[in-house]
């Protein structure tokens, strides 16, 4: 499968896969149950795994062209 994506679109993507992981380390620390915990583990690897495939993009990039007005 191929998809392309526009840099700021890119930049957000992997923002928001980032973010997800980290929450799902929180969510790993917290879990008692050892089968939810490895099924949790094993979906954090497969974000990295897909992080890993995107070329280097602009961290904040997703943020050019939106700046707010100060009043």
Same mark, same amino acid.
């Given at each position: 499968?191929?998809?392309?994506?526009?840099?700021?679109?890119?930049?957000?993507?992997?923002?928001?896969?980032?973010?997800?992981?980290?929450?799902?380390?929180?969510? @790993?620390?917290?879990?008692?149950?050892?089968?939810?915990?490895?099924?949790? &583990?094993? &979906?954090?690897?497969?974000?990295?795994?897909?992080?890993? &495939?995107?070329?280097? @993009?602009?961290?904040?990039?997703?943020?050019?062209?939106?700046?707010?007005?100060? @009043?």
């Amino acid at each position: 499968m191929e998809l392309r994506l526009e840099t700021e679109e890119a930049s957000l993507l992997l923002q928001v896969i980032r973010n997800r992981v980290e929450e799902l380390r929180l969510e @790993v620390r917290h879990c008692r149950d050892s089968e939810d915990r490895a099924y949790l &583990k094993h &979906k954090e690897r497969l974000l990295n795994a897909i992080l890993a &495939k995107f070329p280097e @993009v602009a961290e904040g990039a997703y943020r050019r062209g939106f700046i707010r007005a100060r @009043v």
